[in-house]
């Protein structure tokens, strides 16, 4: 199945999509809009387009476990998905994946604007492979 995943920030949103055996994540884009209404509609072309089977949404719990005010933005975020968008939704603990991400870029030797550019995209696929990995066990 074809499953798009979300990495929400304030100001950029990384999407990652995977391939139909849910095997291997790779990054798509980077949406590069604050205000949710504007995203929406930004993502809703891309699920025009691109036509995923589930979305799965990161959400960034405190290192406790416990959910903070950015969880509420994502759920937020996934009820106005799910009012234009007859697809399921899912949500993914997504802590330290921004951290994770700037580590395989820097092993990959990406620097400065380029790695500011798609940081959000691959935490979107570090999101979108711990799902699809931990829904395989």
């Known amino acids: 199945m074809k499953i798009m ?3 929400y920030g304030d100001k950029r949103t990384g999407i990652a999509f ?3 055996n ?3 994540a790779s990054p798509y884009t980077v949406i ?3 205000y949710q ?3 929406v509609k930004k993502l809703s072309d891309i699920i025009a387009k691109e036509k995923p089977e589930k979305i799965v949404i990161g959400l960034p719990r405190n290192m406790d ?3 903070g005010y950015r969880c509420d933005e994502c759920r ?3 009820d106005e998905l799910s009012k234009i968008c007859d697809i399921p939704i899912d949500y993914q603990d997504e802590r330290l994946t921004t951290v994770m991400a700037h580590n395989a870029l820097s092993e990959n030797n990406v620097r400065g604007k380029k790695r500011k550019e798609s940081v959000d ?3 979107a696929v570090m999101i979108l492979q711990s799902y699809i990995d931990s829904n395989k066990r």
């Open 37 to 39: 209404p504007k995203l």
């Open 32 to 34: 590069t809009e604050g």
């Open 121 to 123: 995209a691959v935490s």
């Open 22 to 24: 849910e095997i291997l």
């Open 65 to 67: 476990g416990s959910y």
């Open 5 to 7: 995943s979300i990495d």
């Open 76 to 78: 937020s975020l996934g």
């Open 18 to 20: 995977c391939d139909i």
